[in-house]
C-alpha cells in the first residue's frame, strides 16, 4: 500500500477515541457559542420560493427539508430530513439546474431556511460538468440537476474539535441519503459521484479554506453540447456567523480528496416501498434517544440485511463490512454476527454500551451494526457509511423500529471485540 493511500487510515487513527482520551478530554461546549447552522447569500440574490405542490420543486425541497424545530434557552433547534452529529448540520446543499422548463439555467444554493433556491450564478456556456468529468472543456452536459453536497466544517468542528471531519463525512452520506429518498419518492434516478476537482470547485464556488464540497449527485439526461468550467469566480459568503479555523481538518480534507476510490459496475437499488408511507417516514424520521429494551422480529432483521445488501448508483466505491450485536432478536441467540452467521455467542449489550462511550441507547438497543472497512478513499468510504446508515434509519422506522446513529466509540477495543484489524467507521443501533 502506497503512502498516499495510507492518508486517510492516518487521518482517521489520529482522532481516535480511547477511556483515557474521553476522561482527559469530555469535550464540553458552551451552547451559547454554536456557529450558525444555515448559510444564507446577501438579501439582493434572486431567490425562488420552492411549492411542494409542484413536483420538481418538490424534489429539490426534500432533499433537505426542515421538518420540525424545537425551542431551548440559546436557540431554536431545527430538526431535518437528515440526521446530523449532535444536531450540528455542516452540509450545505447547491444544485446546478439546466434545461428545466421555468427555471433560468444556473447554479444555486438551497436555502433550507425558507425553503428557497438562491440563484448565486447564471450559466451561458459553462457549468459544473466540466468539474465533475475532470476536464476543462467536456461534451457531457447534464439536462437536469447536478447537486452538490459541502460541508461548512467550523459547524461540527466546533464541538468535536479533530474528529470533527468524521462527522462531516458521514453526514455529507447521510444527505446523500436523504437525496436518494427524495429521488425516490419521485421516481428519478441519480448517480453519485465522489472522484471529480474537488479542489478547482471550491476556488470557483469562492469557499475559501471555510466550506469544502464532498460528493456529486447528477439527476438528469445527457445532452452532446461543450460546456467549460466557471467563466467567474463566485464571491465569498461564509457559511458561519463567525469561525475558528482547524488546520488539521483543512489538511484531512485536502489529502484525502487526491486519491482515487476503487470501482465498481454502476447497478441501481431494487427497494419496493409504499410511496406515502415512504414520504411519511422521511418527514417523521427521528433519532431515538432511549429505548424500551423490547424485542424486534427475525422478519424485521431479516428485511434490514436486505436494505444492507442493496448496490448504491455509483462506480466510485469502497466496500464496506458489517457486523451485528445482536441483543434482542426474536428467534435469534444474542451474539456477535455477520448477517446471519453466528461469529460468537452471548451477551454483549453491556459491553458494546461501554464500547460506545456508555451510551444507554446502545446498551438497550435490540441490534447494534458495526461498520468496517480497509479502504482505500478515506472520504468516499465514510460517505458511503454515511449513506448506508441514512437508509437504515429510513428503513427501521418504515418498519416501526427507532434508530440512531453513533459516530464515538473506542476504537482499538471495538476492534478487539469484532476481532478485525480494519477501521471502525460508524455504529447505528435499532430497536424499540
Known amino acids: 500500500m502506497s503512502n498516499i493511500e495510507t492518508t486517510g487510515k492516518i487521518f482517521h487513527s489520529a482522532t481516535k477515541h480511547s477511556y483515557l482520551s474521553v476522561m482527559l478530554d469530555p469535550n464540553y461546549v458552551d451552547s451559547s457559542t454554536q456557529p450558525s447552522a444555515f448559510k444564507l447569500y446577501p438579501k439582493f440574490y434572486r431567490r425562488m420560493q420552492l411549492d411542494i405542490n409542484n413536483p420538481l420543486h418538490d424534489f429539490i425541497s426534500l432533499t433537505s427539508a426542515v421538518t420540525s424545530g424545537k425551542n431551548y434557552q440559546w436557540c431554536t433547534a431545527h430538526r431535518r430530513v437528515n440526521p446530523s452529529a449532535g444536531g450540528l ?25 425558507s425553503n428557497s433556491l438562491t440563484l448565486i450564478y447564471e450559466l451561458i456556456d459553462d457549468g459544473l460538468e466540466s468539474y465533475i468529468f475532470n476536464e476543462k472543456i467536456t461534451k457531457k452536459s447534464i439536462k437536469g440537476f447536478i447537486f452538490l453536497i459541502s460541508c461548512v466544517y467550523y459547524r461540527s468542528g466546533w464541538k468535536y474539535k479533530n474528529r470533527g471531519v468524521r462527522y462531516c463525512f458521514l453526514d455529507s452520506g447521510h444527505h446523500l441519503g436523504a437525496i436518494e429518498a427524495a429521488a425516490y419518492l419521485h421516481n428519478r434516478n441519480i448517480k453519485f459521484l465522489f472522484d471529480f476537482d474537488k479542489l478547482a470547485l471550491n476556488t470557483d464556488l469562492g469557499f475559501e479554506n471555510k466550506e469544502f464540497v464532498t460528493a456529486c449527485v447528477v439527476s438528469g439526461e445527457f ?63 427521528r433519532s431515538v434517544r432511549r429505548f424500551q429494551r ?47 452467521k453466528l461469529i460468537k455467542e452471548g451477551y454483549f449489550h453491556e459491553k458494546v454500551g461501554y464500547l ?24 468516499t468510504v465514510m460517505q458511503l457509511a454515511g449513506l448506508v446508515g441514512h437508509r437504515l434509519y429510513l428503513a427501521s422506522n418504515y418498519l ?7 459516530g464515538a466509540f473506542y476504537d482499538d477495543e471495538v476492534q478487539e471485540l469484532l476481532e478485525t484489524s480494519k477501521d471502525v467507521l460508524y455504529t447505528i443501533v435499532i430497536g424499540n
Open 400 to 406: 416501526g423500529m427507532n434508530c440512531s446513529g453513533i
Open 294 to 340: 423490547d424485542s424486534i422480529s427475525f422478519q424485521n432483521y431479516s428485511e434490514i440485511l436486505e436494505i444492507l445488501q442493496q448496490p448504491i448508483s455509483c462506480e466510485d466505491f469502497e466496500e464496506i463490512e458489517i457486523y451485528s450485536v445482536v441483543n434482542r432478536i426474536e428467534d435469534m441467540s444474542p451474539g456477535l454476527y455477520k448477517g446471519k
Open 223 to 285: 445532452e452532446d453540447k461543450k460546456v467549460r468550467r466557471l467563466r467567474l469566480p463566485i464571491p465569498f459568503v461564509c457559511g458561519t456567523d463567525y469561525f475558528e479555523q482547524n488546520t488539521f481538518i483543512e489538511q484531512a480534507y485536502n489529502e484525502t480528496s487526491i486519491l482515487l476510490s476503487s470501482k465498481q459496475k454502476l447497478q441501481y437499488p431494487q427497494t419496493k416501498f409504499d410511496r406515502e408511507k415512504f414520504r411519511q417516514t422521511i418527514n417523521s424520521r
Open 89 to 113: 448540520y455542516p452540509t450545505e446543499v447547491y444544485v446546478q439546474i439546466r434545461g428545466v422548463e421555468g427555471i433560468t439555467n444556473g447554479i444555486y444554493h438551497l436555502e433550507i431556511a
Open 356 to 379: 460506545c462511550i456508555n451510551q444507554l441507547i446502545v446498551r438497550d438497543s435490540a441490534l447494534t451494526l458495526f461498520f468496517i472497512s480497509d479502504y482505500r478513499n478515506y472520504q
